[in-house]
């Protein structure tokens, strides 16, 4: 019989019905009276990020519609991690949304209705359900790329995005059209065992137009050319989303499709070779074209490139018939996004700040920033090198536990490329530090932090040292959401 228990998609409901409310509420509230959004749109994201955190020790493990949507710790896992962001971006916008010149209601509700698409993707075990919460998530993306309206970076960033991701969704359909005529099915679980029976070259098609399309939402090479552009002309509050959430919710999907696809071998196989290239080819050249920016939102696009890369490891350690090692590398992606959420918040949060204060945001815009907003200096120095992967921070121990990972399937070449350009991006991400610190801002006014974003920047900073320090409980939590994978 179809299982409607719709409780298990609690988290789902309230994140319609709140992004829809506030939605209303800003339609209806004077413009000139719009302020209580902010404090609204905080203390939905903090209710529903407490009930999920609930819901993930607490959880009662189901399948929605006869498997179309799995409610699992992992598909909760990475519910936890798109509200932290969301909150995160939140925080870290208040200042900044006040700057728009008309539509600042509908900024919450979007960046809502982007994270349940989110959601959607994490917990989706049917292909159109991954699709319908991807389209949603991208949907929701154009239109607050192009928020500001009177820039025109934003608008070309829009077009290009809308451009692009058409282009990555068709391809997208086209794989899964080749896996529905190979299988008659478009759930997960079924498509996995039909599989295991189909010996075709078209599988191998099936899984390059697949990869292409997940490809594209992660920014893999040579699927990245979206990502600078959008990056440096969108808002930098949604930058920060596009960086964290969206690639998030693309690796969620990548991840629960590749792990059943392991029942047909001609897949599992052109798929681990198809991502060792990807992983090699993004790491190198992510982190290589990093170096020559001098705008801190593209340098920090083609650092996110490179991320992709190290995380794409993970997924490949998937690939063996141990368990243990299944789950040391589905854990290690896990912590590693978990971290990588802290750590890119923190130096998009300075970001926003400076871009805020002086009204662009390249890398000579930092210069004195040590003294002329301490801390805004310290907590971005803290995330570029958590994301170099230097200790005690937690970017190192994420980087541990993916290189770890993949050393163990016997794959000690690729581990070695990704620390080699752990290195390289140290040169680049030193850059910044060294204009904040050995740089004289002669002309530049002092911008102290405040507020919301004085909070964010100093909760990303303290959660980075704490979890380089004492990593257990969140590798724990990416234990235990792994292992809800294979029961």
């Not at 198809?274 to 982190?287: D, E, K, S, W």
């Not at 696009?301 to 299944?326: D, K, R």
């Not at 991006?425 to 002309?443: C, D, H, P």
């Not at 990303?460 to 979890?467: D, N, Q």
Request: hydrophobic share 55%.
């Amino acid at each position: 019989m179809m299982n409607l228990n719709f409780a298990l998609l609690t988290p789902e409901i309230i994140m319609a019905v709140l992004s829809l409310g506030l939605l209303v509420i800003g339609l209806l509230i004077p413009p000139g009276e719009r302020k209580g959004m902010f404090p609204l749109t905080v203390f939905a994201l903090l209710g529903t990020l407490a009930y999920t955190f609930y819901d993930f020790f607490f959880i009662q493990r189901g399948a929605f519609l006869q498997g179309m949507y799995m409610h699992d710790q992992f598909a909760v896992y990475f519910k936890i991690l798109f509200l932290t962001g969301a909150l995160l971006v939140v925080l870290s916008s208040k200042d900044y949304v006040s700057t728009f010149p008309a539509h600042r209601g509908e900024f919450y509700p979007l960046i809502m209705a982007a994270t349940l698409g989110m959601m959607i993707m994490a917990g989706a075990s049917d292909l159109i359900t991954m699709y319908v919460g991807l389209e949603l998530m991208t949907i929701t993306f154009f239109v607050l790329v192009a928020y500001r309206t009177n820039d025109g970076k934003a608008s070309e960033a829009a077009i290009k995005y809308l451009v692009l991701s058409s282009a990555s969704s068709a391809i997208l359909l086209y794989g899964i059209s080749l896996i529905y005529g190979l299988t008659g099915s478009t759930q997960m679980f079924m498509i996995a065992q039909a599989l295991g029976t189909v010996q075709s070259p078209v599988t191998v098609l099936a899984v390059v137009f697949l990869l292409a399309g997940f490809g594209f939402k992660i920014s893999l090479i040579p699927f990245h050319l979206w990502a600078p552009d959008i990056y440096e002309g969108a808002p930098t509050p949604v930058t920060a989303f596009l960086a964290v959430g969206s690639k998030a919710a693309g690796f969620a999907a990548l991840i629960r499709f590749y792990l059943l696809m392991m029942y047909s071998q001609t897949f599992a196989q052109t798929g681990q070779t198809l991502l060792l290239i990807l992983a090699a080819i993004t790491m190198i050249v992510g982190n290589l074209t990093a170096i020559p920016q001098t705008n801190i939102k593209r340098m920090l696009a083609y650092s996110s490139i490179a991320q992709a890369g190290y995380m794409l490891i993970g997924v490949i350690a998937v690939s063996t018939p141990s368990v243990s090692n299944f789950i040391g590398g589905i854990k290690a992606v896990l912590f590693y996004a978990m971290i990588y959420v802290f750590a890119n918040m923190g130096a998009f949060a300075v970001a926003t700040h400076v871009e805020q204060a002086q009204g662009s945001c390249d890398i000579k815009d930092f210069a004195g920033l040590s003294k002329r907003s301490p801390l805004a200096a310290v907590v971005m120095t803290a995330s570029v090198l958590s994301l170099a992967g230097i200790p005690p921070l937690a970017g190192f121990v994420g980087k541990f536990y993916l290189f770890s990972a993949v050393m163990d399937q016997g794959y000690v070449w690729i581990a070695y490329v990704g620390f080699v350009m752990s290195m390289i991006s140290v040169y680049y991400y030193l850059g910044v530090v060294k204009a904040m610190f050995r740089t004289e801002g002669e002309g530049l006014p002092n911008i102290p932090v405040h507020g919301a974003t004085k909070f964010t920047i100093l909760f990303t900073f303290i959660t980075t040292l704490v979890l380089g320090i004492y990593p257990t409980p969140l590798a724990q939590m990416a234990i235990s959401a792994a292992t809800s994978l294979v029961k």
